[in-house]
């Protein structure tokens, strides 16, 4: 199984997916620092938010084989930079999370991933598991 670091803004579901990805309870937690397990590297919004921890972000994505850039498609806002993942050395992936929102875009999200240069887009909601079965086979071969 691939191991995969996420990367998006604050509140773009990054710690819910990973607990809906680890069969875990969706619950909603503040990621203040890096987390770690065996599959997931969780990075704080504040990384892809603030361009001084850029590095951080390229020197921890070694021991991953896949990144994931996030985008909440229920907001109308994007704070990832046009051709972001081509900063890694790696397959860059985007996430469009939060697809059942009434609020939901997918147009502008997937917009925004095609301008950051992602490979390839996955649409997924954690709580009702559209998408979900996708992302885990892609994730699994």
Not at 1 to 8: P, R, W
């Amino acid at each position: 199984m691939k191991k995969m670091m996420l990367v998006g803004t604050t509140t773009a579901g990054k710690t819910t997916l990973v607990q809906a990805l680890m069969g875990e309870e969706l619950r909603y937690q503040k990621t203040q620092a890096m987390t770690y397990n065996k599959q997931f590297l969780d990075t704080p919004g504040e990384f892809i938010e603030n361009r001084r921890f850029y590095s951080a972000l390229m020197s921890s994505s070694v021991d991953y084989d896949a990144i994931a850039v996030l985008h909440d498609c229920s907001k109308r806002q994007n704070l990832i930079p046009p051709g972001f993942a081509t900063m890694f050395n790696k397959e860059v992936i985007g996430i469009m999370t939060k697809v059942d929102s009434e609020k939901a875009n997918r147009e502008f999200s997937r917009k925004m991933l095609t301008a950051a240069k992602v490979s390839r887009i996955f649409e997924i909601s954690s709580y009702t598991g559209e998408g979900m079965d996708e992302l885990k086979a892609w994730l699994e071969s």
